[in-house]
């Protein structure tokens, strides 16, 4: 609950309380005295003010010290006899209000001689609904504050599981990537500028849209492709990847990289060198939601049979943010591997017109 609503809720409650006494007395006097005059509307007033004033000050020394402190730790005994002390701290106030101000007013509220003990025993009978309103608001107190800190425990535990599946990047194509431009400089290739340009925009944006909680997904879209490009490239032109884009992606949004894993997963364990079976990317775009396929043959030469550990991470981000919003299934057969994710997408972006431009290779990082 917000700090100013809590607090307007403690004034309501406190002037309700009065106003209570108030409507009290002046039942009391029309009823019982058949009269009642505004110079005893005033004294009356003036007298429950204070009264209010010790009453929530019991309350709130109960609940606050005495409660989180004592009673809830199971130290009942301390607790009853702190909460006398507090009652006998409060009695002296009490008995000034009904010796002085009462005198001063030349108005008296009972009609027997007042001592302090018989002034004990009145704040502590007219205290009791108080002390027992201050245990219940402690609990309630302690138990939003212990909810709210387990939230942020949890969000602080889910904050950092996520940069932690975020930083898994797959090194295989990027060092791959890194001999592959070595390569082309070595060789004097005309390709060798376009594609270490292509490799500082990728790392560029794992280094800085990773951190944001969604991105465009025509920046994810760019990324994928310039991934493609750079395979490509690295292949000498014997890389047969297809990427269709179908529908209308601009102003969506998407967490970021996370489409990379299954793109990365195809590289590494399937054959992007057969014309006749080429690998096969597919995303499509319908209102809010989105459908993405890759497919390719597996590689019978493939050293590294475990691997799925880039699709085991990004299952586990998608668990974490889009519950019940995702389906992801995996299909492997003797000779294919196919992985379609259909995803529930968080929203527009404030930008739809978007359009991704390359960065520049001195811009600083």
Not at 294 to 307: A, E, P, R
Not at 332 to 339: A, D, I
Request: with cysteine.
């Amino acid at each position: 609950m917000h700090k100013k609503k809590i607090i307007l809720f403690h004034v309501l409650f406190w002037f309700f309380d009065f106003f209570k006494d108030v409507v009290y007395g002046f039942q009391y006097y029309y009823f019982y005295e058949s009269q009642y005059t505004l110079g005893a509307l005033a004294k009356t007033t003036a007298i429950d003010f204070v009264r209010t004033l010790l009453m929530a000050a019991i309350f709130y020394a109960n609940a606050s010290l005495l409660v989180p402190r004592l009673f809830g730790k199971g130290k009942y005994g301390l607790y009853a006899v702190s909460v006398l002390l507090l009652v006998a701290l409060f009695t002296p106030v009490h008995y000034l209000l009904e010796t002085v101000l009462i005198n001063y007013f030349n108005w008296a509220t009972y009609g027997r001689e007042i001592t302090m003990i018989w002034i004990f025993q009145s704040v502590l009978n007219a205290s009791v609904t108080y002390l027992m309103l201050g245990i219940a608001y402690g609990y309630v107190v302690n138990y939003f504050k212990t909810q709210e800190e387990k939230k942020k425990l949890e969000q602080a535990k889910l904050t950092t599981e996520l940069a932690f599946l975020r930083s898994q990047i797959n090194p295989h194509f990027l060092f791959n990537t890194i001999n592959d431009i070595y390569a082309l400089t070595y060789q004097k290739s005309e390709l060798a500028p376009e594609a270490l340009l292509k490799l500082s925009g990728l790392l560029r944006y794992m280094l800085r849209e990773s951190e944001q909680k969604q991105v465009l997904l025509t920046k994810e879209a760019d990324y994928l492709q310039d991934v493609v490009d750079l395979q490509k490239i690295g292949l000498k032109g014997n890389a047969f990847i297809e990427f269709e884009q179908e529908g209308s992606i601009n102003g969506k949004l998407i967490a970021p990289l996370m489409l990379i894993a299954f793109v990365e997963n195809a590289f590494k364990h399937g054959v992007c060198t057969d014309p006749d079976n080429p690998i096969e990317m597919h995303l499509r775009v319908e209102n809010d939601t989105l459908y993405f396929t890759v497919f390719n043959q597996k590689n019978k030469d493939q050293k590294d049979k475990t691997g799925g550990i880039g699709l085991t991470n990004v299952r586990r981000r998608l668990e974490l943010l889009y519950p019940e919003k995702y389906n992801l299934t995996i299909t492997e057969e003797e000779h294919t591997f196919k992985v379609a994710l259909t995803l529930q997408l968080a929203g527009k972006s404030i930008n739809p017109d978007h359009k991704p431009t390359k960065p520049a290779l001195t811009e600083a990082y």
